[in-house]
T-cell receptor, first 114, second 115 residues
Framework: ELKVEQNPLFLSMQEGKNYTIYCNYS?????LYWYRQDPGKSLESLFV?????AVKQEGRLMASLDTKARLSTLHITAAVHDLSATYFC??????????????FGSGTQLTVLP | DGGITQSPKYLFRKEGQNVTLSCEQN?????MYWYRQDPGQGLRLIYY???????QKGDIAEGYSVSREKKESFPLTVTSAQKNPTAFYLC??????????????FGQGTRLTVV
C-alpha cells in the first residue's frame, strides 16, 4: 500500500522568508504532483515531476524530486501573502492491471503573515 | 473550453436519503475518479473508472455507488448506508495514454451537507 506523508501539516511564516515542505512516499512511483488548494476551492495543478533529479520552478515555488530517497520538496522563496493556501503532494501508484491512481498526502496548510 | 463540470456546487441531504452528484468532462479522458475531502484532511479515493461500463472501488467505497455509461460522465450516488456523508467531493479525470498521463484535472467540487 502506498503511503504519502507530508510535513509540516501546518506552517506559518513571515513574508519574505524561505521555507520547505517535504513529501515522503513509501513505494516506487514514477510521477509526483504538487497541487494548491484555496479554502473551499478545487485543486490547482502546480508541478508534475517525472524523473529522478527533476526540478521545476514557477515564481516563488520550486519543486524537486529524489526517487531514490522517495522524497519531494516544495521550496518557497521570499514568501508573500498570496501564497497562503493548502499544498498537497500526490504520488501515482503503479500496479499491473489497474488504473493509475493518485495517492495524496494530508496537505500542508501554509499561512504567510505580514 | 475543455474541463470538468461538477454539479451541484452545494447539496443538502436528509437522513436516509440517496443523492447523486454529477461529474461531466469534455477532455476525452479515459479515467475518472471520485475523491472525498474532510475538513483539514487530504483526499481519499472513493471509486475510479478507466473505461466505460467498468469501475473499481477505492479506499472508502462503502455507502457509495457509481456508474460509467458514457465516457464523459461518472455520477456518484451517496446512499443512505453512508452514515457520515458531510464532506467536500471532488471529481477528477486523466488520460491513460502513456506519456499523456501527466496529471489529474479536477472539477470545482460539490459540498454535501446532511441536514
Amino acid at each position: 500500500e502506498l503511503k504519502v506523508e507530508q510535513n509540516p501539516l501546518f506552517l506559518s511564516m513571515q513574508e519574505g522568508k524561505n521555507y520547505t515542505i517535504y513529501c515522503n512516499y513509501s513505494t516506487t512511483s514514477d510521477r509526483l504532483y504538487w497541487y494548491r488548494q484555496d479554502p473551499g476551492k478545487s485543486l490547482e495543478s502546480l508541478f508534475v515531476l517525472l524523473s529522478n533529479g527533476a526540478v521545476k520552478q514557477e515564481g516563488r515555488l520550486m519543486a524537486s524530486l529524489d526517487t531514490k530517497a522517495r522524497l519531494s520538496t516544495l521550496h518557497i522563496t521570499a514568501a508573500v501573502h498570496d501564497l497562503s493556501a493548502t499544498y498537497f503532494c500526490a504520488v501515482r501508484l503503479i500496479s499491473s492491471g489497474s488504473a493509475r491512481q493518485l495517492t495524496f498526502g494530508s496537505g500542508t496548510q501554509l499561512t504567510v503573515l505580514p | 473550453d475543455g474541463g470538468i463540470t461538477q454539479s451541484p456546487k452545494y447539496l443538502f441531504r436528509k437522513e436516509g436519503q440517496n443523492v447523486t452528484l454529477s461529474c461531466e468532462q469534455n477532455l476525452n479522458h479515459d479515467a475518472m475518479y471520485w475523491y472525498r475531502q474532510d475538513p483539514g484532511q487530504g483526499l481519499r479515493l472513493i471509486y475510479y473508472s478507466q473505461i466505460v461500463n467498468d469501475f473499481q472501488k477505492g479506499d472508502i467505497a462503502e455507502g457509495y455507488s457509481v456508474s460509467r455509461e458514457k465516457k464523459e460522465s461518472f455520477p456518484l450516488t451517496v446512499t443512505s448506508a453512508q452514515k457520515n456523508p458531510t464532506a467536500f467531493y471532488l471529481c477528477a479525470s486523466t488520460s491513460l495514454s502513456g506519456a499523456l498521463w501527466t496529471e489529474a484535472f479536477f472539477g470545482q467540487g460539490t459540498r454535501l451537507t446532511v441536514v
